[in-house]
């Protein structure tokens, strides 16, 4: 049976590649479900719990969609990706979008024909140390041996700050982040860098994490963002809106406890109503019904509370919120206006 | 004589001594610690130092694995129970011992099914592996086996494995009825009738209700830990040993089509990296498909792994029909026998003798290949320790006690498998020492 599916679909595999791109809308809400690309596991961003339920700060992304799009937020196939399998997964359309930790770069939305449709946590490279080495700065780190995963960027990014600086390393190289952690704590290197983030998150797993510091220095930039496919711009406005209503409703002070009473009935704000569709026509034009902000909303909470859940400072991830605070907090979180 | 010699000695004893025994230092487990450990100075130290290793081994280890904690909700727990104390953290294991054994998507109500199928491997193998103290009766199950098990481990419609069955039944008397013509033709017959029957039977089953499943269907992506290892290992493993036959028998053929044919796969095969092939059979087969077909993925891997082994084995085997001397080839042609009797009754059952140790280092170095596929985000038991479980914010930093699980199962598996390699030596040893 499987042998005649082979054929079958070999045979129909060229004819349909060209009608692939379009109307992914229309195929999510036909299936039923969203197909997201998510990581095989990340501390805080993805991650399936002891019942096998994923949950994390990017699940999160694919949770919101899924409610808009589909009115719930566990019609959702997670896929989990590897770095190395994410980008064909997405552009082979096995999955309809990808949450992935994924920094947005030039080449990636270029030249491998991708959309990123915004950034959900804006990253950056940085040093941990041992406190008893008693640097407080990066700049002070000449002559150290530092631990890095081989074949990235952060590779690339410490070379240049080291080099800018007028400074010497000694690179360590390594494989996964569990290898650094071990060769780290073992002080088999005096640093280790990689993104802030995922240095926070390998910290708290540190039996005593108050003996090593994260230095303030953060010497590159890495927007991690939600993306699609190219060439079907309905979805990819979907996906961006989305995210979008997550980080306005932070800011207009929509919050899942009170989002029933707000969108019951119009609010004295008109932004507040244009975004949970008690005014306008905002879903419509989206492809979507008039409540399709709402339940995103509701699936996870906005953005801010996505954020204390799962990669907060009260989690033992404990993230501050810094660059990626609202606009209005002195972050850079900046959803444009809904009107 | 016997008068000098009372002559000339004072005294005759005429009772016979009783049994003194040996001196302390000749016997027991002192003899045997002078003997075997102290037997002189280079020995003795030697002894001494590697009792200094095991000490400390045992010293490092004992404390941790004694101390272990086994219930805590989270890495952070274990930590503040311990106090600094040295112990391991097999919480983990005792939390997530499911998800290590099944992955965390099949439904935790339906953990009988891959139980049940696992028992029942004992049972279907137990012919083939101790053929000589079993009926082959048996060997009816065995042959069952393969469609119980896939349809208690995905469960759904008892009729798909029935169908697959069936064709298979027919093929096989399709052949038993065409052979007499030629192989060929007994052959392209068989694979003929059943792909017809697969075509109907696949119509029949496509216009049921999937909700009468008596078993609820669980999807393959759904699989994981080291059921996954174990599925793939047993599958890839039983199907590529008879490949394996088949490709070194058509390597030594005198046809050069299909010698050609089989030189080329095994070297492609053997000049490939496993990995790569995973990543094909992720990655660029995707590219084919159009979008929303989704060809199994574990089909795709058990494909690509055979392959991969049957290519090996081939070569094991190649070399135990090399070491057969000609005069066994020329004895089968003297007593009139065609090509398929000298094979299956004087060649291969010689050939295959020789060749069990390279065929089982073969299997077992492919069972420990098999979790190569959590690259290609499959969640076998090594992906669900590097994916989800070290990802959870609760175990994030527990290395040692989950892949030293890991190490043990595969541990307990392996050193079965070799086990049963040396016992079968013995057991077809046919020459006189």
């Keep these: ?339 | 004589m016997s008068d000098m010699h009372q002559h000339s000695v004072a005294y005759v004893r005429e009772t016979m001594l009783p049994e003194a025994p040996p001196p302390a230092r000749e016997q027991g487990i002192i003899k045997w610690m002078r003997e075997n450990l102290f037997a002189n100075v280079p020995n003795s130290i030697l002894t001494i130092a590697s009792i200094v290793v095991i000490y400390y081994i045992l010293a490092a280890s004992l404390p941790w694995l004694l101390n272990g904690i086994w219930n805590a909700e989270s890495i952070r727990d274990c930590r503040e129970i311990l106090q600094g104390a040295a112990g391991g953290c097999f919480a983990v294991l005792t939390e997530r011992w499911n998800q290590l054994l099944f992955g965390f998507q099949y439904p935790d109500d339906q953990y009988w099914r891959p139980l049940i199928a696992f028992l029942l491997l004992f049972v279907a193998i137990a012919p083939v592996m101790f053929f000589k103290y079993i009926p082959s009766q048996f060997l009816l199950f065995t042959a069952l086996y393969p469609f119980l098990a896939y349809w208690l481990i995905w469960g759904g419609l008892i009729l798909a494995p029935i169908v697959a069955l069936v064709g298979f039944v027919v093929g096989y008397f399709v052949w038993g009825r065409l052979v007499q013509r030629s192989f060929a033709t007994g052959f392209f017959g068989a694979v003929a009738a059943a792909v017809i029957v697969w075509w109907i039977g696949g119509l029949i089953t496509a216009g049921m209700d999937p909700e009468q499943a008596m078993l609820v269907p669980v999807a393959s992506r759904d699989m994981g830990g080291f059921m996954l290892n174990l599925i793939l290992g047993t599958v890839c493993v039983s199907l590529s040993i008879p490949i394996g036959i088949a490709l070194a028998l058509g390597r030594q053929s005198s046809m050069p089509i299909i010698k050609w044919i089989c030189v080329v796969f095994i070297e492609f095969i053997r000049g490939v990296p496993l990995i790569t092939l995973l990543f094909v059979a992720n990655v660029v087969l995707a590219y084919f498909f159009p979008p929303g077909t989704n060809f199994d993925l574990i089909i795709r891997v058990i494909i690509m792994i055979t392959a991969f082994a049957s290519a090996y084995i081939a070569e094991v085997i190649r070399g135990g029909l090399a070491a057969l001397p000609t005069g066994q080839y020329e004895a089968a042609d003297s007593l009139g026998l065609d090509y398929a009797q000298a094979m299956r009754l004087i060649i291969l059952p010689q050939a295959l003798k020789i060749s069990i140790p390279g065929i089982v280092n073969v299997a077992v170095g492919l069972f420990k290949d098999t979790t190569l596929v959590s690259v290609i985000s499959m969640f076998d038991l090594v992906g669900m320790i590097r994916g989800p479980i070290l990802a959870s914010t609760e175990w994030n930093g527990v290395y040692w006690e989950l892949f030293g699980f890991a190490a043990l199962l595969f541990f307990v598996v392996c050193y079965g498998i070799s086990q049963y390699s040396q016992w079968l030596e013995r057991e077809l040893t046919t020459d006189h020492k």
């Design chain 1, 1 to 339: 049976m499987n042998k005649t599916v082979f054929l079958g679909a070999l045979t129909v595999a060229g004819l349909s590649a060209g009608a692939a791109a379009a109307a992914t809308l229309d195929d999510v809400k036909a299936r039923g479900s969203l197909n997201c690309g998510v990581t095989t596991g990340l501390v805080g961003f993805a991650a399936p719990d002891a019942n096998g339920e994923w949950d994390g700060f990017d699940v999160g992304v694919c949770r919101a969609v899924a409610a808009a799009v589909l009115g719930d937020p566990t019609a959702v196939e997670f896929v989990p990706t590897t770095g190395k399998t994410r980008f064909t997964a997405l552009a082979s359309g096995e999955i309809d979008m990808l949450a992935r930790n994924t920094t947005w770069t030039f080449s990636r939305d270029v030249d491998l024909k991708f959309e990123f449709t915004g950034i959900n946590y804006y990253d950056g490279q940085g040093f941990m140390v041992p406190k008893d080495l008693g640097v407080s700065s990066a700049k002070e780190l000449d002559g150290a041996t530092v631990c890095i995963q081989t074949g990235t960027t952060t590779e690339l990014n410490l070379a240049d700050f080291f080099r800018s600086n007028n400074m010497s390393y000694e690179p360590v190289p390594i494989e996964t982040n569990a290898e650094a952690q071990q060769n780290y704590l073992a002080g088999a290197c005096d640093v280790y860098t990689t993104d802030a983030s995922g240095l926070a998150a390998t910290r708290a797993a540190f039996e005593d994490p108050s003996a090593h510091v994260i230095l303030p220095e953060i010497v590159s930039k890495e927007p991690l963002g939600p993306l699609v496919r190219h060439g079907d711009n309905e979805w990819g406005d979907v996906v961006r809106w989305t995210l979008n209503a997550l980080v306005a409703a932070e800011e207009y002070g929509v919050t899942s406890a009170n989002i029933a009473d707000m969108a019951a009935e119009p609010t004295d704000s008109p932004e507040i109503n244009r975004l949970l569709g008690t005014e306008g026509n905002l879903g419509e034009m989206l492809g979507l019904d008039a409540d399709w902000a709402m339940r995103a909303i509701a699936a996870g909470g906005n953005y801010g509370e996505l954020f204390e859940k799962n990669i907060g400072e009260n989690t033992p991830v404990g993230l501050a919120r810094g660059l990626n605070a609202q606009w209005t907090d002195g972050g850079l979180m900046y959803a444009p206006p809904f009107r």
